[in-house]
């Protein structure tokens, strides 16, 4: 009888996957914001991503109506992405979706960095898409050669994205601008130019230069902000796994110590233990927010996939870090609302700010589903409450691969979902594709 309608379900997604691949123009009503903001779509119009091979041990048919929707959820990711902190969590999930073995968790240092391995694992959608985001960057200056290590470490500071602000958010970037400083020069047909492994490399060293120069507490915590001091969880997902990527791909202890050291500060400065929830800032907006502690954990399962990649260690830490994930995930599972996280989490009563979040809920089942690999002691016990909230955000994906009832994630009147309006949220496409490569990774 499941299996009965397992076989529907995969009748009725075929039909699904081939009617979200044709292209056509959104109808909706754009989002208010939209007019004055002159968002306009990315050059990418028509978006076709290759489509994906899900893992059959999943016995969920919500996991396979997101393996046949993800292309096109991805392609609605590129059509409308457009802040640092977007560009980076795009980047970072068409690695996770279409090149696990450059992803922290499924690691391999072949892939990166040897020549005859780049045949098969070509990172074509993320090399375009983030050297589209690049075009613009000032490479005069960049070395002609030289070794991408040494580059990597002599940078000027500066930002590789406009962050608006935000000292963290254009370090999301870094991760895919890292791997195209290894791949850049032998793609081919990327539709987009590209510039040479050298000046990515140099890019991205300024970057991390731009990091490093940043405003920092009496601790040492780094500031997410650029001019002044100030704490968001969402830079848990920002600063620490850039860190953490660049001392697994470099072999460089420092740099993986550094981006756990930098997580545990961040979850010191916003964790409030009573509640076992992160605060969304240390200062204006000291709520407890869906995405916020979806950020914090998320970046945490990439910092940690990035340590036991680069072959363990810092054993204390880890095991701290670990322990405050479990509770936190337990105090989100506790208070899932209909399957998902509501988008404010508190003494809030107005609806806006209590409604279900799909897109912070997409963020915290991803970070679970590493955790479960990880940690399975840990984590076991929740599993039913993840794949419950993770069907309850599948439910949330319109037929136009749009993630639906999202918070606002520009924050524009304060981080408010509005269920009954089409708000887009680019984060939240690309969190169902983090969300998806967890699963599939974690297998069951
Ligand atoms: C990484 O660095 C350590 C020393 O910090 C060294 O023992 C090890 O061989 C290095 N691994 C690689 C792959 O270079
Ligand atoms: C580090 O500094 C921040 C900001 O002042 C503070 O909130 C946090 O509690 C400190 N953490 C530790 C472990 O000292």
Not at 106 to 121: E, I, K, V
Not at 309 to 327: C, Q
Not at 405 to 411: E, F, H, K, T
């Amino acid at each position: 009888m499941v299996m009965v309608a397992y076989i529907a379900a995969i009748f009725a997604l075929l039909q699904l996957a081939a009617a979200a691949a044709i292209p056509h123009h959104p109808h909706h009503p754009r989002h208010p914001r939209a007019a004055h903001e002159k968002r306009q779509d990315n050059a990418y119009h028509a978006v076709h991503l290759p489509l994906l091979s899900y893992n059959h041990r999943i016995y969920d048919p919500a996991y396979l109506m997101l393996s046949m929707k993800l292309p096109a959820i991805l392609g609605r990711a590129i059509q409308i992405t457009h802040k640092s902190w977007e560009i980076g969590t795009l980047t970072q999930a068409l690695l996770e979706v279409y090149n696990p073995r450059l992803a922290p968790w499924a690691y391999s240092d072949a892939s990166f960095h040897s020549a005859l391995d780049r045949r098969t694992t070509t990172p074509i959608e993320a090399a375009r898409v983030a050297a589209g985001f690049l075009v613009n960057y000032d490479f005069s200056g960049a070395p002609a050669s030289g070794d991408v290590d040494a580059i990597l470490l002599n940078g000027t500071p500066r930002a590789l994205v406009d962050g608006a602000g935000s000292l963290g958010d254009p370090c999301a970037l870094g991760t895919a601008t890292w791997v195209l400083a290894h791949f850049a020069d032998s793609l081919a047909n990327t539709g987009t130019p590209l510039a040479t492994n050298e000046q990515y490399a140099w890019a991205v060293g300024n970057q991390l230069a731009y990091l490093q120069a940043g405003p920092r507490s009496e601790n040492g915590t780094i500031s997410q902000r650029e001019d002044h001091f100030e704490l968001w969880a969402d830079q848990g997902y920002m600063i620490p796994p850039f860190l953490a990527y660049l001392g697994l791909t470099t072999n460089n202890t420092q740099l993986l110590e550094q981006a756990l050291d930098q997580w545990l500060l961040v979850s010191s400065a916003l964790l409030d233990t009573n509640h076992n929830l992160y605060r969304h800032l240390n200062t204006w907006d000291t709520r407890f927010w869906a995405t916020g502690n979806g950020w914090m954990l998320a970046g945490l399962m990439r910092v940690l996939g990035s340590i036991e990649a680069a072959g363990g260690g810092l054993d204390a830490k880890v095991r701290e870090a670990e322990a405050i994930a479990a509770r936190v995930f337990q105090a989100l599972f506790d208070r899932l609302d209909g399957g998902r996280i509501p988008n404010y989490m508190g003494a809030e009563t107005d609806p806006r700010y209590t409604a279900g979040d799909s897109a912070g809920t997409a963020a915290v089942v991803g970070a679970f589903y590493r955790f479960l690999v990880m940690r399975p002691d840990l984590a076991g016990p929740m599993k039913g409450a993840a794949e419950q909230a993770f069907a309850a955000v599948v439910d949330k994906i319109d037929t136009d691969a749009w993630l639906t009832a999202v918070v606002d994630p520009q924050g524009t009147n304060g981080f408010l979902v509005y269920p009954d309006q089409n708000t887009r949220s680019p984060e939240g496409q690309s969190l169902l594709a983090v969300m998806w490569a967890a699963r599939t990774a974690a297998g069951q």
